[in-house]
């Protein structure tokens, strides 16, 4: 589920099943990142978020992983609802400066 | 507790007219940041503030583009004179601290410049 090109990429999941949607991410300067979620019509809202001295947290129903090793950055969602389908951003910043955004991943949940 | 607020959300107008965009951000945020969100390009940094002051427009697409921030809680992206091109959905954030902490996104004004 990484973005490429003009088009968004989409994972399609059938409702309880766990969702994973990856981002790769450019910066080897990056310490910070940051999962959003977008709905439909509404701004990017915090999921969760990791620093780079840490390579997994985890929240409710959700958990990040970070690999700095090949820079990858993934969100896994336990037991997907429909209320999960949207697009997801991850986001990096390097030290004190502004989050770059990915181009984002839909989720589908499938009911 | 009332998040960032954004207006107008909806706004179609013709090319060559000025646009004006508002922000009021959450109280007590010290960054606020403007970004353009298309389906080409996904979210653009276009300007961003600290302590109501201009820290790095870089992304402003060119001389059409203007932010103030006249205060804290206040800030306008405008767009004189309009271009279709500039039809997009511009969302305003704002966030405690620039580089911990998440950012605190409006709604979007969504744009159409026919």
Redesign the interface.
Known sequence: GESVGLHLPTLSVQEGDNSIINCAYSNSASDYFIWYKQESGKGPQFIIDIRSNMDKRQGQRVTVLLNKTVKHLSLQIAATQPGDSAVYFCAERAGNTPLVFGKGTRLSVIA | DAG?IQSPRHEVTEMGQEVTLRCKPISGHDYL?W?RQT??R??E?LI?FNNNVPI?DSGMPEDRFSAKMPNASFSTLKIQPSEPRDSAVY?C?SSIG???G???????SRLTVL
């Open positions: 960032v940041f970004y389906m080409m996904g979210l940094l961003y790095d969302f954030a620039g580089s911990t998440e950012l605190f996104f409006g709604e979007g």
